[in-house]
């Protein structure tokens, strides 16, 4: 999963960056506002940290653009205002959550976390039922039918999480490509052969796909 991440103190944003790698997560930073704002019009994150005070483009005004133009991601405002009224205009424009400066990472952990199931998931449980029998688990990653787990390789476990987090949507080919491998150049027969060896693990039900509309998982 891709988030954004917006602080101009450098050792703030050193040390959250090497953080949230560490949990798997992939993550572009920025140092000020106009930047950090082009790129979410430019890619697709899963969630944005946003440092409130900074350069060129602030915090809030980010936010209010970002709603303004319908984009659909969670943000959580990284900040050290500690008045209501300054706390209260994050949500009313739009924010899903704040984290206040100093913090500890493992805050972090499980604010981004909560936040990333709130928003995708729509539930605080860990494990999300598909069709035909199928459940998957958001920490571990593990595609189950019934109570039997399913072998899958690191990249199967992407794909899978992704069509779950999009689950009852199609995601075209090329959006399912940039959103896992990133700057690796990964073919459509690439991402076809993965699908198919999905479905062979599993169901050839589980995984849709239509012409011209890419893939998707159903909702239970």
Not at 39 to 54: H, P
């Amino acid at each position: 999963m891709k988030i954004l991440l917006l602080e101009d103190e450098y050792s703030y944003r050193s040390s959250i960056k090497e953080y949230l790698i560490s949990l798997n997560f992939e993550v572009d930073d920025f140092d000020n506002g106009q930047s950090a704002l082009d790129a979410v019009f430019e890619k697709k994150y899963d969630l944005l940290l946003l440092d409130v005070m900074v350069p060129e483009v602030s915090g809030y005004e980010i936010v209010k653009t970002i709603r303004k133009n319908e984009i659909d991601v969670p943000i959580i405002l990284i900040t050290s205002l500690v008045d209501i009224e300054d706390l209260s205009k994050g949500y009313e424009i739009g924010c899903n959550d704040y984290i206040r400066k100093p913090f500890v990472l493992k805050e972090l952990k499980y604010r981004v976390m909560q936040t990333l199931n709130n928003f995708h998931f729509k539930t605080n449980q860990n494990k999300i039922r598909l069709p035909h029998g199928f459940t998957f688990n958001l920490d571990t990653y593990e595609l189950y039918r019934g109570d039997e787990p399913i072998k899958l390789t690191n990249i199967e476990q992407k794909i899978v999480m992704y069509l779950v987090k999009r689950r009852g949507t199609f995601s075209t080919i090329s959006d399912i490509i940039e959103s896992i491998w990133s700057d690796d150049f990964i073919s459509d027969a690439d991402l076809r052969m993965h699908i198919k060896r999905i479905r062979d693990k599993s169901s050839k039900d589980l995984i849709i796909n239509s012409r011209g509309l890419g893939y998707k998982i159903e909702k239970a």
